[in-house]
C-alpha cells in the first residue's frame, strides 16, 4: 500500500542488478565441469546394484503407506510448537511439508482422489503460508545486501533509509499476517484424517 518513491525506485533497481548476478552465477554453475560430473555420476548410481532397497519386493499398497505415514508423523512433530517457533524452525516445517506433498503427489494413482486431494490441498496451505514467512525472514538478509549496493551507488542515504525501512516494515507485517494466518491453516491440517489407512 506504500505510495511509490524514490527510494523505492532505487531499491527495485538494485535488486533487479542482484537478480541479474544471481542468474548469471547459477548458468555459470549449471555450465561447470563438476555439474556434468555430478549428473553423470547420479545417473551412473541409479543403473547400479547397489541402488536397488530392500523394500524393492514390498507391495507398492504397504510401501507408501508406510512412507505417507513417516512423512505425516514429522511434519505433525515439527509443527507442534509452530506458535513460538523461530523463522529457521518453520522453514524445517515448511521442507517437511514439501517433502509429504511430493510422497502424495508421487503416489496419487494408488489412492481415491477425492480424498486424496483435500489432503494435498491442507498440506499446501501449510506449505505456502510458511513459504511467505520464509521469504519475510528472507527479506532481511536481502535488504542488507540492498543497502551495501545503494551505498556504493551513491544514492543518497537517506534515500536508502526509507526503502530499507519500507522493506522491513513489509516483512514485519507479512510475518505477523502470515503467522497468524498459519494457526488455522495448521489446525485445518491436524485435523484431517490420513487417506491412505
Known amino acids: 500500500q506504500a505510495p511509490e518513491t524514490p527510494a523505492l525506485d532505487h531499491a527495485r533497481t538494485a535488486a533487479l542488478a542482484e537478480r541479474e548476478a544471481a542468474h548469471a552465477a547459477a548458468a555459470a554453475a549449471v555450465q561447470a565441469p563438476s555439474f556434468t560430473a555430478l549428473i ?41 510448537a509452530h ?35 483435500r489432503f494435498l490441498k491442507r498440506v499446501k496451505a501449510v506449505q505456502d503460508a510458511l513459504g511467505v514467512v520464509n521469504d519475510a525472514a ?32 513489509w516483512q514485519l507485517a507479512k510475518t505477523v499476517s502470515e503467522r497468524a494466518r498459519f494457526a488455522g491453516v495448521w489446525k485445518d491440517y491436524t485435523g484431517l484424517s490420513r487417506y491412505w489407512t
Open 83 to 117: 506458535d513460538e517457533a523461530a523463522p529457521e524452525v518453520l522453514h524445517h516445517v515448511r521442507i517437511q511439508a514439501k517433502k509429504l506433498r511430493y510422497a502424495v503427489e508421487f503416489f496419487e494413482s494408488l489412492h481415491p482422489r477425492k480424498k486424496q486431494k
Open 40 to 80: 553423470l555420476d547420479t545417473a551412473a548410481w541409479v543403473l547400479s546394484p547397489e541402488s536397488f532397497l530392500p523394500e524393492a519386493d514390498e507391495p507398492i499398497g504397504q510401501f507408501a503407506a508406510r512412507i505417507l505415514s513417516k512423512q505425516h508423523r514429522k511434519l505433525k512433530r515439527r509443527g507442534r
Open 138 to 169: 528472507v527479506a532481511a538478509d536481502h535488504v542488507a545486501v540492498l543497502t551495501q549496493r545503494l551505498h556504493a551507488a551513491d544514492v543518497d542515504p537517506a534515500l536508502v533509509g526509507e526503502a530499507a525501512g519500507l522493506i522491513r516494515g
